[in-house]
């Protein structure tokens, strides 16, 4: 398996392909330029077979409801933000952009962490809240990457001060959950590049003490 970041919409949010050999493909946060995205589909010669959102903030939902109809897919959400889809007051669009955005109801609602499987790939699921109240983090131990959303970046954590934001919560999460990763673990972060749970371990400043 590999994995490809496009980075999509009007703040540049990481979207992920993790794709198989036989072409069968993931897509994680299309956050929007939708024509960007189905010419990297198309280029790579991918069949998606699901769309998993790490969190529904407007800026990883952009292109949801295009990759959705296109591939005929379903759509991945946590049940505490299932409303956030369709809801710009709540996915903060109304407050960031002028006019809201928006996608139709996720056709699968994640209600506790272990395995999803979608299509032919299989991940272990960890509710990371703390950024906001939903947000998941996909882990795929063939390929080693934990994929964070907003969670933790290289050099830094998600942002907290959006509503439904808890830092100390964020804070557990990262002790409790995200660094007891392998180290060797590759994060596939919702902004800027990806990272190792073992580099942020070394040198992240917000997580010194663990």
């Known amino acids: 398996m590999n994995w490809e970041t496009i980075p999509l919409g009007p703040i540049q949010t990481n979207c992920y392909l993790l794709y198989n050999d036989k072409g069968e493909a993931v897509v994680f946060d299309p956050g929007g330029d939708e024509?960007?995205?189905?010419?990297?589909?198309?280029?790579l010669g991918l069949q998606p077979r699901a769309v998993l959102l790490t969190h529904a903030h407007f800026d990883h939902i952009g292109a949801v409801d295009s990759v959705r109809n296109t591939y005929d897919i379903p759509v991945y959400v946590h049940?505490?933000?299932?409303?956030?889809l369709t809801d710009p007051e709540k996915n903060g669009s109304s407050l960031f952009l002028n006019g809201g955005v928006s996608a139709s109801k996720a056709d699968h609602?994640?209600?506790?962490e272990g395995t999803l499987t979608a299509g032919p790939f299989s991940?272990?699921?960890?509710?990371t809240p703390g950024h906001s109240p939903g947000s998941v983090s996909f882990y795929c131990e063939p390929v080693q990457t934990v994929f964070?959303?907003?969670?933790?970046?290289?050099?830094?954590?998600g942002r907290t001060d959006l509503p439904g934001?808890?830092?100390?919560q964020l804070l557990?999460?990262?002790?409790?959950?995200?660094?007891?990763?392998p180290e060797e673990t590759y994060v596939a972060c919702g902004h800027g590049p990806?990272?190792?749970i073992g580099a942020e371990m070394d040198s992240n400043p917000f997580l010194n003490g663990f």
């Open 123 to 127: 991940f272990e699921i960890m509710e």
């Open 165 to 168: 934001g808890d830092h100390s």
């Open 194 to 196: 990806w990272t190792t």
């Open 35 to 43: 024509e960007v995205l189905h010419g990297k589909i198309r280029s």
């Open 148 to 157: 964070s959303g907003d969670v933790l970046f290289a050099g830094a954590i």
């Open 109 to 112: 609602l994640i209600t506790e």
């Open 79 to 84: 049940t505490k933000e299932a409303d956030w």
């Open 172 to 181: 557990n999460v990262l002790h409790d959950k995200m660094l007891e990763l």
